[in-house]
């Protein structure tokens, strides 16, 4: 049986220094070998930088995103990006907090997991209850990319014509429909 090759959407941030170096060099480094297990040539996205979310969690972040061709399972995938953080020197201690480096599995193709339902109701978790509550499995697509600017905008150079799978929008549609503020606060990074 040949593996199905699909698009893997993966979001990076850094807002702390690493065992790889500072913020943006952490994020470079991460997306160097997330590279290495990509099954053809990754597409990265610029650099970013973007205040904490919330606001007030901690130092801007440096942002940027991937994609990736790969026949690996999401929970293969997910699995791998978490041996990267820890490589990095990732601790959970705060959700939303400062970090080293965070990597989110964003998408795998057309995938919703596990299933519409559970899909939904972390979509649709009430914004206060986010900040405790945490799914106990993966979630796809990421259930609340479609209101994080510092997601979409880097995602937007990688895979601007990628489709939600459940709301039926482009990378671009999605980015467009914030509000001007947030993507106001999303700046590109200058080369340093």
Same mark, same amino acid.
């Given at each position: 049986?040949?593996?199905?090759?699909?698009?893997?959407?993966?979001?990076?941030?850094?807002?702390?220094?690493?065992?790889?170096?500072?913020?943006?060099?952490?994020?470079?480094?991460?997306?160097?070998?997330?590279?290495?297990?990509?099954?053809?040539?990754?597409?990265?996205?610029?650099?970013?930088?973007?205040?904490?979310?919330?606001?007030?969690? !901690?130092?801007?972040?440096?942002?940027?995103?991937?994609?990736?061709?790969?026949?690996?399972?999401?929970?293969?995938?997910?699995?791998?990006?978490?041996?990267?953080?820890?490589?990095? !020197?990732?601790?959970?201690?705060?959700?939303? !907090?400062?970090?080293?480096?965070?990597?989110?599995?964003?998408?795998?193709?057309?995938?919703?997991?596990?299933?519409?339902?559970?899909?939904?109701?972390?979509?649709?978790?009430?914004?206060?209850?986010?900040?405790?509550?945490?799914?106990?499995?993966?979630?796809?697509?990421?259930?609340?990319?479609?209101?994080?600017?510092?997601?979409?905008?880097?995602?937007?150079?990688?895979?601007?014509?990628?489709?939600?799978?459940?709301?039926?929008?482009?990378?671009?549609?999605?980015?467009?429909?914030?509000?001007?503020?947030?993507?106001?606060?999303?700046?590109?990074?200058?080369?340093?």
């Amino acid at each position: 049986m040949i593996e199905e090759l699909e698009i893997a959407l993966i979001a990076f941030g850094s807002n702390e220094n690493s065992v790889f170096g500072d913020p943006a060099e952490t994020v470079l480094k991460a997306m160097k070998i997330v590279a290495d297990i990509s099954d053809s040539a990754p597409i990265f996205s610029d650099f970013y930088c973007t205040p904490a979310f919330p606001k007030g969690a !901690g130092p801007d972040f440096v942002n940027a995103a991937m994609a990736i061709t790969t026949s690996d399972a999401p929970s293969a995938i997910l699995a791998k990006l978490h041996e990267i953080e820890a490589r990095a !020197g990732r601790t959970r201690r705060v959700r939303w !907090g400062q970090r080293t480096l965070d990597l989110d599995l964003i998408a795998v193709g057309e995938k919703i997991l596990p299933d519409q339902q559970t899909y939904a109701y972390w979509r649709e978790l009430p914004s206060e209850k986010q900040q405790n509550d945490t799914p106990d499995q993966l979630i796809l697509p990421h259930p609340r990319m479609q209101d994080r600017s510092f997601v979409l905008v880097p995602l937007s150079d990688v895979a601007p014509h990628w489709v939600h799978p459940v709301l039926q929008k482009t990378v671009t549609e999605m980015r467009d429909a914030l509000p001007a503020k947030d993507l106001a606060e999303v700046r590109l990074r200058s080369a340093a």
